[in-house]
């Protein structure tokens, strides 16, 4: 079974800096990982998604990299403000086409 | 573009008593999901549709819990009866198919009293 962990479940970075979120995840056979953002009473929104054969994509100040061998994803996320605050959940898709997501890391970006 | 429609947004019931949610996705979107997000938790999912077709209903409850998509377009997920621990967001989700980027409404806040 699939297990998706994100450490540190909680996060508070000052305004303007760098900063790295990560996610594992036990089965290395997946078809991609997506990350997503989530704002309090919210749905989710679709941030970054990667395909099983890319390492990384990028969106805006955004970037996530995925190593499959290793069962592990990074997303960047660079100069942050404090709109960037939410919880960030990564999620991988497995054979069976199930999404599986991370219980995520909370961030607070300090004006 | 329209994104991921659910009704009702909030809903408060007593236990025991019956409660549907609908959902309407994205025009063109063949794949549908349910899923349920516990406070603090991850979603997990309850339900998948490839059109009309429940290809994954695993993880539902099927004493309490039904859904349907009827048309392959919106989907009705009910409870019936609901208990006090069925509170939690009720997620719905679509996509063009079973790997692609998956789109997801706002939810709906399930209080059961």
């Known amino acids: 079974k699939q297990e998706v962990t994100q450490i540190p479940a909680a996060l508070s970075v000052p305004e303007g800096e760098n900063l790295v979120l990560n996610c594992s995840f036990t089965?290395?056979?997946?078809?991609?990982l997506q990350w997503f953002r989530q704002d309090p009473g919210k749905g989710l929104t679709s941030l970054l998604l990667?395909?099983?054969?890319?390492r990384e994509q990028t969106s805006g100040r955004l970037n996530a990299s995925l190593d499959k061998s290793s069962g592990r994803s990074t997303l960047y996320i660079a100069a942050s403000q404090p709109g960037d605050s939410a919880t960030y959940l990564c999620?991988?898709?497995?054979?069976?086409?199930?999404?599986?997501f991370g219980t995520g890391t909370r961030l607070t970006i300090i004006p | 573009e329209a994104g991921v429609v659910q009704s009702p947004r909030y809903k408060i019931i007593e236990k025991k008593q019956p409660v549907a949610f609908w959902c309407n996705p994205i025009?063109?979107?063949?794949?549908l999901y349910w899923y349920l997000q516990n406070l603090g938790q991850g979603p997990e999912l309850l339900i998948r549709?490839?059109?009309?077709?429940?290809?994954?209903d695993s993880q539902l409850p099927k004493d309490r819990f039904s859904a349907e998509r009827l048309k392959g377009v919106d989907s009705t997920l009910k409870i019936q009866p609901a208990e006090l621990g069925d509170s939690a967001v009720y997620l719905c989700?679509?996509?063009?198919?079973?790997?692609?980027?998956?789109?997801f409404g706002p939810g709906t806040r399930l209080t059961v009293t």
């Open positions: 989700a679509s996509s063009l198919g079973g790997r692609d980027e998956q789109y």
């Open positions: 089965d290395s056979a997946i078809y991609n």
């Open positions: 990667i395909q099983s054969s890319q």
């Open positions: 999620a991988v898709i497995d054979g069976n086409e199930k999404l599986t």
């Open positions: 025009s063109g979107h063949n794949t």
């Open positions: 549709y490839e059109n009309e077709e429940a290809v994954d």
